[in-house]
C-alpha cells in the first residue's frame, strides 16, 4: 500500500528534543505534515507545510516544533523541541493531493484522497 513513511520516533525526557522524518516520495502532496493521538484521546493536528512552504501549527507547538521539507519535496520533518509529557502519542505524517495550503490542511485534515502514514511513537518522561 502506498502510504508516506514515518521515522525518528522515541523516548525523551521533558526539556529534551527529537527529530522525526517523512518519507512522502511515494504520494502526490500538495501539502504535508503531522497529526498526533495521545492515548486515550482524539487526534489532533500538530503542524503542516503548504505547496508554496508556507507553514501552520497548533497553538500547543507554537515556538516549539518546526516543519519542514527537503528541496525535492520526498523528506518532510518535524523537529520537536523543549518537549513536554503532553506532546507524548503517535505521531503521523499525512499529505493531501488537493489542498494547497498549510492553515487547509490543519483545519481540514487530509480529504478522502489524502494518504496517513502508520505512525511512529513519541514518549516524553517527566
Known amino acids: 500500500q502506498v502510504q508516506p513513511v514515518e521515522s525518528g520516533g522515541g523516548s525523551v525526557q521533558a526539556g529534551g528534543s527529537l527529530r522525526l522524518s517523512c518519507d512522502v516520495s511515494k504520494v502526490i502532496a500538495a501539502s504535508a505534515g503531522w497529526f498526533r493521538q495521545a492515548e486515550g484521546k482524539e487526534r489532533e493536528a500538530v503542524a503542516t507545510?503548504?505547496?508554496?512552504?508556507?507553514?501552520s501549527y497548533s497553538d500547543s507547538v507554537t515556538g516549539r516544533f518546526t516543519v519542514s521539507r527537503n528541496d525535492a519535496k520526498t523528506t518532510l520533518y518535524l523537529q520537536m523541541d523543549s518537549l513536554k509529557p503532553e506532546d507524548s502519542g503517535m505521531y503521523y505524517c499525512?499529505?493531501?493531493?488537493?489542498?494547497?495550503?498549510?492553515?487547509?490542511?490543519?483545519?481540514?485534515?487530509?480529504?478522502?484522497?489524502?494518504?496517513w502514514g502508520q505512525g511512529t511513537r513519541v514518549s516524553v518522561s517527566a
Open positions: 507545510i503548504g505547496m508554496a512552504g508556507d507553514t
Open positions: 499525512v499529505a493531501d493531493p488537493g489542498l494547497a495550503k498549510a492553515r487547509e490542511l490543519l483545519i481540514l485534515s487530509p480529504g478522502p484522497h489524502g494518504w
